[in-house]
């Protein structure tokens, strides 16, 4: 009703906040990825500079699709948030680290292991380098896991696995079950 509304007002900039919002009402649907995108268009067309969380609404599709196993559709909007401009980037926007982490699965799905690995080195090499996020222990854990994996698959289990265990050990380490589970099934 309200997106309703404000399209009576012709408030494009309204209709874009109440598309985004929408969107995160309606996570498990397949509306979520729509309403994301239709954001991403009203967004352009008004300008980013009037906008909050313009890089969320690419995480989002870009996680949607990955979801919908749609991996090289989920690349391409996680490659448009990278690409996207830093000063579009604010604190209010999602962890760079988890737009990666989506781009390195998405690859890892097609069985592309060399760009996954790429994307998770990426990662690592960012974490390492300028540390900012507040669960820097587990995303370095998270990145070396992946690597680890990739690694496994290319027949180099003697570097795959402490990678691994370590991505293991520091789940637990930090409580953080659904790595652990993670990482044990990698093992």
């Not at 500079?49 to 996680?78: C, M, P, T």
Request: proline share 2%; charged share 20%.
């Amino acid at each position: 009703k309200c997106i309703q509304l404000a399209n009576q007002l012709n408030d494009e900039q309204l209709m874009a906040e109440l598309y985004a919002l929408y969107a995160e009402l309606n996570f498990n649907t397949s509306a979520y990825v729509l309403y994301n995108l239709k954001a991403i268009e009203l967004q352009k067309k008004v300008g980013i500079s009037h906008f909050v969380y313009v890089a969320n609404r690419y995480f989002n599709v870009s996680l949607g699709l990955y979801l919908n196993e749609d991996y090289k559709q989920s690349i391409n909007y996680g490659l448009k948030f990278l690409l996207l401009d830093y000063s579009d980037k604010r604190e209010t926007d999602r962890d760079p680290d988890l737009h990666t982490d989506v781009i390195g699965a998405a690859y890892f799905r097609m069985g592309k292991l060399d760009s996954s690995k790429y994307y998770y080195q990426r990662l690592l090499d960012t974490l390492i380098k300028k540390p900012h996020t507040s669960h820097q222990q587990l995303w370095v854990a998270i990145a070396k896991g992946n690597i680890g994996r990739v690694l496994a698959l290319q027949n180099q289990e003697d570097k795959a696995i402490p990678l691994i265990n370590e991505h293991l050990q520091t789940s637990l380490a930090l409580n953080s079950f659904n790595n652990a589970a993670l990482a044990e099934n990698n093992i």
